[in-house]
């Protein structure tokens, strides 16, 4: 019975807290506190305590954009962009997103680079994936850690040459640029820089080094290490 108790009378509290909570947050919300209304919005987006309700979001975030907040006008750009209930706001979405990303926005880089990678809401463009997700990398976002890790490690398999080139200039070297196509054996070319893995790319897809083979080239991460091959016979 007591343990009965004592749960019921914890619960009471933390409802209690909750309610007072947002009683004080709501009311530095509209004195105009940036940050009581950033976290008003971002309650009201994920529904969060509150139900989710893109319109009190939008409300909240913009309140708190108009006070300068950087992380309003990154989460703003995102409800803009992805919510169904603001289709024609999309473009400003994304003036949003660039805004707070050049104020130092981690969240904002992360959700251009992840857009891009995706190419959900924009076309697809790895080389402007890799630049947003690194400048949210160096803020510390480990989220565009893994996405980079994504781009990095999976193959890409390109056939327009200047996406190709575009990729490597963006890639840390050394990489690997291999024909797509058989080349008996002579089609991969390990680049320790970026000038020489623009040189592999002009050669393979412009020049035809190796013919039809080098029409489209996969780029890939450099790795060192053992290699072993196995080989099974039934």
């Given at each position: 019975i007591d343990s009965t108790f004592n749960f019921q009378f914890s619960t009471f509290n933390f409802q209690l807290d909750s309610i007072v909570h947002d009683y004080y947050l709501e009311k530095?919300?509209?004195?105009?506190?940036?940050?009581?209304?950033y976290r008003m919005g971002k309650m009201f987006y994920y529904g969060i305590i509150y139900r989710e309700d893109g319109y009190e979001a939008q409300k909240?975030?913009?309140?708190?954009v108009g006070n300068g907040n950087k992380y309003a006008d990154?989460?703003?750009g995102k409800l803009y962009v992805e919510s169904d209930l603001f289709g024609e706001f999309r473009n400003e979405g994304f003036s949003h997103l660039f805004k707070a990303e050049r104020n130092g926005s981690e969240f904002a880089a992360?959700?251009?680079?992840?857009?891009?990678m995706d190419g959900k809401?924009?076309?697809k463009d790895i080389a402007k994936a890799i630049e947003h997700l690194e400048i949210a990398s160096a803020r510390g976002n480990m989220y565009a850690d893994y996405r980079l890790a994504q781009i990095y490690l999976f193959e890409a398999d390109?056939?327009?040459?200047?996406?190709?080139l575009d990729y490597v200039k963006s890639c840390k070297c050394p990489i690997v640029v291999k024909a797509d196509g058989l080349a008996l054996g002579k089609g991969v070319l390990i680049c320790n820089t970026r000038e020489e893995a623009v040189e592999a790319v002009s050669s393979m897809m412009k020049d035809e080094k190796f013919?039809?083979?080098?029409k489209s080239v996969v780029i890939e991460e450099f790795l060192t290490g053992p290699e072993v091959s196995v080989l099974a016979f039934t």
């Open positions: 530095a919300a509209k004195a105009g506190h940036s940050v009581a209304q909240w975030l913009s309140e708190s990154a989460l703003l992360y959700t251009l680079g992840k857009y891009y809401y924009v076309k390109i056939f327009d040459m200047e996406k190709a013919g039809k083979s080098g």
